[in-house]
C-alpha cells in the first residue's frame, strides 16, 4: 500500500515541470492575444448568425481595427429523434455546419479556411410555446460551440499561437 502511493506521488511530480509550460490561451500575453478584437466577422442577417458571431466576439473580443475578415456560411438542418405513437417525434436534433474563410484584411489574401460540424438536441413537449423556447435555446447552444471550436482552430493555426 505504501508503494502504491509512491507511484502516485512520483508521477504527480513528474507532471509538474510540463504543467509549469502551459498557460491560458486567451490570458495577457498568451497565444490567443493575436487574435483578441483582430478578426471581424461578416455582418449577421439571421438570429442563428447573430447568436454565433456574439459568440465568436465573446471569445475573441469585439473588433476594433480588424487584421483579418472572417466570411462564413452557417447551414442548420433538423431532424426528429425519437417518437411516441400518436405525438410524432418528442427529440430533435439540430446538425450544424460552419464553412469559414479568414483572410487578412488589408491584402485580401486567405489566411485559413475550413469547415467545421456539430450538433445538439432538444425535446418536444404538450406547449408549442416550450418547445419553441427549447429549440431557440439549442440552437444558441449549437451557435456557441460552432464558434468556441472556430475560435480555438484560429488560435491554434496562428503562428504566433505556437507553444
Request: glycine share 10%; net charge positive; with cysteine.
Amino acid at each position: 500500500m505504501l508503494w502504491s502511493r509512491r507511484r502516485v506521488l512520483i508521477a504527480g511530480l513528474a507532471v509538474l515541470p510540463l504543467a509549469a509550460c502551459l498557460r491560458p490561451v486567451h490570458a495577457p500575453g498568451g497565444p490567443g492575444a493575436a487574435l483578441r478584437g483582430q478578426v471581424r466577422a461578416d455582418d449577421p442577417q439571421t438570429p442563428q448568425e447573430f447568436a454565433f458571431v456574439g459568440a465568436l466576439e465573446d471569445r475573441l473580443g469585439r473588433a476594433q481595427a480588424a487584421r483579418f475578415q472572417l466570411s462564413y456560411d452557417l447551414r442548420l438542418r433538423e431532424r426528429g429523434g425519437a417518437a411516441v405513437r400518436d405525438l410524432g417525434d418528442t427529440r430533435f436534433q439540430i446538425f450544424g455546419t460552419l464553412d469559414y474563410i479568414l483572410s487578412d484584411s488589408a491584402t485580401g489574401d486567405e489566411v485559413q479556411s475550413g469547415s467545421l460540424q456539430n450538433v445538439t438536441a432538444y425535446s418536444a413537449t404538450a406547449n408549442q410555446l416550450a418547445t419553441r423556447m427549447a429549440q431557440e435555446d439549442a440552437e444558441r447552444r449549437l451557435m456557441r460551440i460552432l464558434a468556441d471550436a472556430l475560435a480555438t482552430r484560429l488560435v491554434a493555426a496562428m503562428p504566433t499561437g505556437g507553444a
